[in-house]
Nanobody, 123 residues
Framework: QVQLVESGGGSVQAGESLRLSCAAA????????MAWFRQAPGKEREGVAC???????YYADSVKGRFTISQDNAKNTVYLQMNSLKPEDTAMYYC?????????????????WGQGTQVTVSS
C-alpha cells in the first residue's frame, strides 16, 4: 500500500522559512511525479509545486521565486523549501503522487495523498 507522510510544518513569522518533507513508501516514487498542494480554511485545494521524473519542476505563480521543490531518490523523499513566507501562505499542505502527469490546476490525476501538515505564518 502506498503511503505518503508529510512533516516539517509549523508556526513562523512572515519572512521566515520552513522545509516540508514527504516520505513515500510502498512504491518507487521516482517513477511517478510528485506535487505539493495546500488548502486554507474555506478555500479550495490549490497546487503549489510539482516535480517530474527527471527533475522538471513547475510552480504556482503565487510561490515562484520563494518556494523550491526537490527530491532525494535515495530517501524516497520530496521536499518543499519555503522561503520569505507570507501570511497568505497559511494552509494545510499536502503531498500527492500521480502516475503520469502532475497538473497544478487539478487534483484529479493524483492517486495518493498524505495526511497534511499545517503551516501557519503570522505577520
Amino acid at each position: 500500500q502506498v503511503q505518503l507522510v508529510e512533516s516539517g510544518g509549523g508556526s513562523v513569522q512572515a519572512g521566515e522559512s520552513l522545509r516540508l518533507s514527504c516520505a513515500a513508501a510502498g512504491y518507487t516514487y521516482s517513477s511517478v511525479c510528485m506535487a505539493w498542494f495546500r488548502q486554507a480554511p474555506g478555500k479550495e485545494r490549490e497546487g503549489v509545486a510539482c516535480i517530474y521524473t527527471g527533475g522538471r519542476t513547475y510552480y504556482a505563480d503565487s510561490v515562484k521565486g520563494r518556494f523550491t521543490i526537490s527530491q532525494d531518490n535515495a530517501k524516497n523523499t520530496v521536499y518543499l523549501q519555503m522561503n520569505s513566507l507570507k501570511p497568505e501562505d497559511t494552509a494545510m499542505y499536502y503531498c500527492a503522487a500521480a502516475p503520469l502527469t502532475c497538473p497544478l490546476y487539478s487534483t484529479g490525476p493524483y492517486k495518493y495523498w498524505g495526511q497534511g501538515t499545517q503551516v501557519t505564518v503570522s505577520s
